[in-house]
């Protein structure tokens, strides 16, 4: 009896270690497509879905979003490669870096040793590099996701990175708030946060210094995450002297050599860069928006129909990721200080977002796949209308300019832009040395109050100007770019001048102010 009753003991004893076996070999042999997230293929058919989406992303976007996807990287890139095409007044004053354009300049060097440097491939290839990148991004999202939670909830998060239309029309685009968000991505997979066990300080801020480099305002974000991490820190004198210093003296050094080769002298453009915009607040030239039109349109428009989603996952989020928002609120708040907001200024905050708008959707007791469908369509339309239809002239306007490098008279052309400066791309989509000219905006950094800059004068008494400009009839453009509302003004002058309506390119269907509905080109009628 003694002996069965003490069998009978220790078989009591192993009963919760057996039931413990069970759980660990139901994990084991559990569908290997719900650990992996990647389906039969795994993480290699996850990425390679990625790509696929991006790079019909990268197609799908046909349209125009601000000037500086081209004047702060394509045309700067340009000039690099190829000894031709225009600076605008920030490469002057030392405000731009050269890091981010050699990129491109790369590229476009690749293209010319290879003798592809056509035209097509100069304006497609950096986008579609940018697209490899973008999908880079979605799936360490994703992975990051998987890690912190589950594969059904990085599925979500995943599907609502790809849902946002913002995403969509901005992660292809050669701008510098798109590679800050990307690097924002790939530095949030390697962010130490609570439950992480892929964590790496030295890979997160070698990544926050990469996107500070591109766009000095990317240090806006990490600022409660770094300190959040110095916070929990126990070793915090090792992660300043061996990785915040090394970090940052590796990749500080490295901008001021390449700044150095192609400026011809020392510029910190990190310092001069937030000193103009941020100090001196001198970005109010270009437009000043009341405080909170970040929380009033800014946020709203970009989350799109993610905003519900958005609020609900804020709160059923643990408390562990209470940073995340914490770094949103952050962001919005300290951009909401400065006069001149812009949506893409926001859009290294998407991301995080997204965590949340994920969250929700895996949470969701009921209409779970109604929710997602709706999120899918109401997503669809604005991305579709972005990419393909609004603000589209900008660029189809220059296959009629890329028509005159071909033609016999391209040393005698002279394209004239009469338009909002930098309204279209330049040389980076036309790649041959003609002669063209555009109203130009600079704003004054001497503090005259009286100042008006080109563009301001051209259009507050059009034909004066032309009249004064144009004075000897050897002086006219060949070619004349202009938005339809200026027709009208001018017509005299067109007249009086013998030129004809050469092309009329559709550009918006909300023309305003300046900007009209469409772009009108016009040529002198003795051109052959």
Partial sequence: MEAAGGLLARARARRPEAVRLRKRRSVLYSDPGQRSGGGAGGPAALLALTVGLRTLNCFLVQTSFVPDEYWQSLEVAHRMAFNYGYLTWEWANGLRGYSYPLIFATIYKALQLLAKDDVQLLIWVPRLAQAVLAALADVKLYSLVQHLENAETAKYVYFSQLCSWFTWYSCTRTLTNTMETL????ALSYYPIKGSKTGSSCKYLALI??????RPTAVIPWIPLVFSHFLQEQRKADLILHNCIPVGLVTVGTSLII?????????????????FNVLQNLGTFYGSHPWHWYFTQGLPVILGTHLPFFIHGCVLAPKRYRIFLITVIWTVLTYSMLSHKEFRFIYPVLPFCMFFCGYSLKHLKAWKKSAASFLLLSNLVPALYTGLIHQRGSLDVMSHIQQLCSNSYQSQAFVFFMM?????????????????????CPPDLTGNESYIDEADVFYSNPLG????????DTLLPSHLIFFSVLEQEISSFLALKGYEKMATVFHTHLPQGRVGSHIYVYRKKNLK
């Fill in 183 to 186: 690097l924002t991505i790939f």
């Fill in 209 to 214: 210094a990469l996107a500070i480099i591109v």
């Fill in 259 to 275: 700044d150095r080769v192609f400026f011809g002298e020392w510029v910190l453009v990190q310092l001069n860069f937030l000193k």
């Fill in 420 to 440: 909002p400066c930098h309204s279209t791309p330049f040389y980076s989509h036309v790649h041959c040395p003609l002669k063209m000219r555009f109203l130009e």
């Fill in 465 to 472: 100007w032309l009249s004064k400009e144009f004075y000897n």
